[in-house]
């Protein structure tokens, strides 16, 4: 089946740095893929919704300057968390769809620590 | 915009036992619900979905209903085994039909 891929799979960086997590589809195109946020015990929350070659749409209450969206290619869209605080701590989990009315895939999801 | 309601929160059964989790949505546009089991650390993971132009789908243990008039689905886990033991989410599309919106999650627990 279609396989979503996400990289790196865990992360540790320094307050005030930045760092990037890579979703790639792996065998079909990915005309649109999402990003959400996982707190510990909690559910999914969407963040951006991005379709390859556009601006992303960013979820109420998401900062699109400190969480960078690019979608430059059908399989990869990145995620990149600006001046990263201990609160950006979380789980980043992206999915992929070839389009509006196909089955929606889930990367394996990204552990960010922010020190 | 979307809101979909999960429950209960938590449930606990015998091997064996049946597991039923229901879900409620509040827009009646969306046109798509998936079932996803997660495990601890990990990625959710698609066991089951549904249309609206469906009512019922099964696939060996796992079945999903869909009442459209009433705006909730459920899932209906038979014959449980320990490995079933996950947090599952229902979800639904929102207004543009693509994005998902998750319920809370159920944790569910199958003692052997």
């Known amino acids: 089946g279609a396989v979503v891929s996400q990289h790196p799979s865990r992360v540790i960086c320094k307050s005030g740095t930045s760092v990037k997590i890579e979703c790639r589809s792996l065998?079909?195109?990915?005309?649109?893929m999402f990003w959400y946020r996982q707190f510990p015990k909690q559910s999914l929350m969407l963040m951006a919704t991005?379709?390859?070659?556009?601006?992303?749409?960013?979820e109420q209450g998401v900062e699109k300057d400190k969480f960078l969206i690019n979608h430059a290619s059908l399989t990869l869209s990145t995620l990149t968390v600006t001046s990263a605080h201990p609160e950006d701590s979380s789980f980043y989990i992206c999915?992929?769809?070839?389009?509006?009315?196909?089955?929606?895939?889930f990367g394996e999801g990204s552990w960010l620590t922010v020190v | 915009g979307e809101n979909v309601e999960q429950h209960p929160s938590t449930l606990s059964v015998q091997e064996g036992d049946s597991a039923v989790i229901k879900c409620t949505y509040s827009?009646?546009?969306?046109?798509?619900f998936p079932w996803y089991k997660q495990e601890l650390g990990k990625g959710p993971q698609l066991i089951i979905d549904?249309?609206?132009?469906?009512g019922e789908k099964k696939d060996q243990r796992i079945a999903v209903t869909l009442n459209k008039t009433a705006k909730h689905f459920s899932l209906h886990i038979t014959e449980t085994q320990p490995e079933d033991s996950a947090v599952y989410f229902c979800?639904?599309?929102?207004?543009?039909?693509?994005?998902?919106?998750f319920g809370k999650g159920t944790t569910l627990s199958v003692s052997s």
């Open positions: 999915s992929a769809s070839a389009g509006a009315g196909n089955t929606i895939y």
């Open positions: 827009d009646s546009a969306s046109n798509y």
């Open positions: 979800a639904a599309t929102n207004q543009a039909g693509t994005a998902l919106i």
């Open positions: 549904i249309r609206s132009n469906v």
């Open positions: 065998d079909f195109q990915a005309t649109t």
């Open positions: 991005s379709n390859e070659g556009s601006k992303a749409t960013y």
